[in-house]
């Protein structure tokens, strides 16, 4: 850990992230006011709450419901079972489309996957890709790498040149993209909200999804469990949300609710699964810990509707962006699930006492998750194996002897160690 | 004094507690909190270090049970000086006193007033009389006054009799942090400073001359990382220092 260095490195980014944030904040404020926004993130609260509550019925019944909709459900435990559960549907294919997804970040597809080429067709997933980069943010990934870096990286891999403007790339890439949509056979994405009604909700701006969910024989759909919400009206409202606080926008371009493989009946009344769009869809299921989470002081994570709204705003992320939380997550709540998807000393390398413990995280949570009390749980946690910075022993045994955090107080002499709040 | 004070008020005192940061480093703070008190007439007594720290950087990290043991040190001599109110300057010692320590102490039944809700009370009561600066100034909204108390008007009326208030784009509610809370200022420095001078970039687009907070770690953090932009603790600014 060298934060200094971290810094540093950082004010590049810094200086292109941060108007985007602060605009992000400025343009949610021009949809909703106050009170609205109030109601807004009271209502999913509940919406949620009462999901997890009941999650083991309501997963039954989604399981139940898109199973008779034509949809392959599959519950994996961990990365183990879900490398066997996809390869089993993937099968000899070797070009694979993907979308973006924060659960399949979780599980690292391209290690298990490495006969395959597995595309990034998001526009911010496939520069960072391509980059051979880090993604930055759930939301958008790539917002800190420059049209001329791009260009660079396409003249490189590609052998083309591109003009090093955002139009040019995207023209590019929107060809590029299409080539290998047409030709895959199998498609990956991720899912915002399943309805316990028997859908599937994905929200996207670019058209990607759409384009790789209808056109491919395979659509693979990988989520967690935590995304089930009793019906199709609660998971409209999640939509709404998602697209208001991740970044500012009324509402995403488009919406894919899927509700099972194409079909038709147009010849003689017979039933034909497999029409003009995916023939089959997975829905893959995976646990990976999320279950450790359930019915303890942590479980309000799995309120989480993944906008990212959390590290928009976030003091420390603006600073140190990818540097805290853990690869699969920015910010906070990366630092927390890390405690429990890898170890104790990996949340606090993570970032486990970054935290100002400033609560704007909650205030900008369309589901009201407080991350800095969860952190502050967390830390007891590790304290308890005493894994916490040195300086927070010496101010414990501070207030022990002398009953404040500084030590011995010399009246000719300030203290220099600031630790207070 | 403060004794004698306290044995003729048996059962009724109000005590200034100052919080450590103000009381051992920001000692001129300390001092000028106590002079508003006694300008607008309020007879308090001081615990000096009989009282201990209230314990919010120990829950911050982590740490509950020592934490729990200063909650009960404090009660217990609070109680012996027949407290039956505090007054203090320090949002995070608010916040523990207002919102912690009833769930730590059942029995607890202290009234608490963070400082800025006394002076407004008197100046309402025309208690007092601040004198306009005539500056155009900005407030950073503490994070344990604000969202954690929702204390936000009250040092804003108090501004309001001081200067012209430039609100920031992270206001209020959504003020954006310092830095330097919860261990951060001592446990990663360049975190805290590098946390404080966004916020001061966020104050300087406002063009007031002044960046004025009411929380000894803010102002510190703030200041210490602030290179042409004036920052002052509120006071200051109430005493009539402008420099």
Known sequence: MNLEKDIEKCQITQKLILPIMYDYKRKRDLLIDENQKEQMRTELRKIKEKAIDNIEELKKKAIKNLEENGINVIEVKDKQEFENAIK???GSEKLITKSKSNVIKEIEIEKMLKDKEILETDLGDFIVQISDEKSLHPVTPGMHLTPENIVKTIKEKFDKEVQPTPEAIAAFARQFLRDKIYKAKVGLTGANVISADGSIFILE??????????????????TGWDKIVENREEAQKIVQASSIFASGQNYPVYVSIISGPSKTADIQKKLIIGAQGAKEVHLILLDN????????EFEELLYCINCGACVNLCPVYHQIFTKYGSKDFSGPKGVITSSFREDKQNAYENGAFFCTSCKLCKENCPVKIDLSELIKKLRKKLAKEKIEPENIKEMIENTKKYGNPFGEIDEKKTP?????? | MGLIKSIKNLGKNTLYYPGCLTKFVLKDINDNYKKILTKIDIEYITLKDLEVCCGSPILNCGHEEEAIELIKKNYKIFKE????????SCPACYHTFKNTYPKFLEKWDLQVEHITQTIDKAIKEKKINIES???????????????????????RNILKKIGNIKEMKLTENYSFCCGGGSGVKSNYTPLANSI????????KETKAKCLTTTCPMCYLNLKENSK?????EISQLIIGEEE
């Open chain 1, 289 to 296: 810990k999320r279950s450790d989470l359930l019915k303890t």
């Open chain 2, 133 to 155: 600066l005539d500056i155009d100034l900005t407030y950073h909204d503490p994070c344990h006054l604000g969202r954690y108390c929702e204390i936000y008007q009250e040092p």
């Open chain 1, 88 to 90: 089993k549907i993937i």
């Open chain 2, 81 to 88: 000086h027949s407290v039956n109110k505090i007054i203090t």
């Open chain 1, 205 to 222: 701006n670019e058209g990607n999804i759409s384009l790789i969910s209808r056109i491919v024989d395979k659509h693979i759909v990988v």
């Open chain 1, 416 to 421: 220099d160690k600031f630790y207070c709040c």
């Open chain 2, 228 to 232: 042409d932009l004036k920052v002052k």
């Open chain 2, 196 to 203: 404080a001078k966004e916020r001061i970039e966020m104050a």
